[in-house]
């Protein structure tokens, strides 16, 4: 078992750019939620999707938007970035059945640089 | 409201000795409250999670201790080793059924000399 698998492992984007951030959950795992992690800090909730669908949302302004396919996988865009938005991201699954936040599975993450 | 607050932000304990962690939160619709550990270069891993219906759990050499009046919560490690260096994160959560996030602490960095 792979575990939450997460790719790129790191990118450098320009102030302005555009990003999209790939997960693939834990096998057996429907629920995805993404995180993002500034340097020193715990992380942040940023979204979590099920069943294709966005069903909560944290405190992130709509420059950030995410995507979930029917094999569970999902993906994060981030629009117009801004120096603010460096920081490592988290993929996190859970097993279906639940909310999205007992015995989270979290991916290494994507440590985006921007520049 | 949403808030953990965690202390401190680090900590040195040396081999063996016992390393407690603290957090604190002001939202009473917590009712789940997971400890998670993080090496570098790694994402959090699960440690252990207690519900307000018990004041502790203990799973090996880990123990939460919870405080519902207070609320408080702490982490203990018995018999800390240098392979316990790392950081870890406090998270409380509500049960909602639209779908649940953790809000976590700040993070407190373990350093267990040899």
């Known amino acids: 078992d792979a575990g939450v698998t997460q790719s790129p492992t790191h990118l450098i984007k320009t102030r302005g750019q555009q990003v999209t951030l790939r997960c693939s959950p834990k096998?057996?795992?429907?629920?995805v939620s993404w995180y993002q992690q500034a340097l020193g800090q715990g992380p942040q909730f940023i979204f979590q999707?099920?069943?294709?669908?966005?069903?909560q949302r944290g405190n992130f302004p709509d420059r950030f938007s995410g995507h979930q396919y029917p094999n569970y996988s999902s993906e994060l865009n981030v629009n117009a970035l801004l120096l603010g938005d460096s920081a490592l991201y988290l993929c996190?699954?859970?097993?279906?059945?639940?909310?999205?936040?007992?015995?989270?599975?979290f991916g290494s993450g994507t440590q985006l640089s921007v520049l | 409201q949403q808030q953990v607050k965690q202390s401190p932000q680090s900590l040195i304990v040396q081999k063996g000795g016992i390393s407690i962690i603290n957090c604190a939160y002001e939202?009473?619709?917590?009712?789940?409250f997971p400890w998670y550990q993080q090496f570098p270069g790694k994402g959090p891993a699960l440690l252990i999670a207690?519900?307000?219906?018990?004041s502790e759990k203990k799973e090996g050499r880990f123990t939460i201790s919870f405080n519902k009046s207070a609320k408080q919560f702490s982490l203990h490690i018995m018999d800390s080793q240098p392979g316990d260096s790392a950081t870890y994160f406090c998270?409380?959560?509500?049960?909602?059924?639209?779908?649940?996030?953790?809000?976590f602490g700040e993070g407190t960095q373990l350093t267990v000399n040899p």
């Open positions: 996190a699954s859970s097993l279906p059945g639940g909310t999205g936040r007992e015995k989270l599975f």
């Open positions: 096998s057996g795992h429907d629920t």
């Open positions: 999707y099920y069943e294709e669908e966005e069903r």
């Open positions: 939202n009473t619709a917590f009712d789940y």
């Open positions: 207690i519900r307000p219906d018990v």
């Open positions: 998270a409380a959560s509500t049960e909602e059924t639209s779908g649940s996030r953790l809000t």
